[in-house]
């Protein structure tokens, strides 16, 4: 089984949620994500819509910036 290099974005995502300082209700209240599908979202058993990821990424202040992908020289 391959390992992956680089963590999901919704794992990221869920890292700072966790290591943020502020309580999953704090988060939820300033930004409008339901509590249940936070809870849901922070342990892995699902997805938030774009949206509240917008919402969410906002209110942890996260700059994304995307990079190509690096291409593999020769065969």
């Known amino acids: 089984m391959s390992e992956r290099k680089h963590k999901l ?3 990221q ?3 700072l949620v966790k ?4 309580s999953r209700y ?3 209240k300033a930004t409008g994500i339901d509590q249940g599908a936070m809870s849901r979202f922070v342990a892995g058993h699902r997805g938030l819509s774009l949206d509240s990821l917008d919402k969410l990424a906002n209110y942890l202040g996260m700059e994304i910036i995307i990079r190509p992908k690096r291409r593999k020289r020769g065969r």
């Open 26 to 28: 704090a988060i939820c």
């Open 9 to 11: 974005f919704s794992d």
């Open 19 to 22: 290591t943020s300082g502020s």
């Open 13 to 15: 995502i869920r890292q």
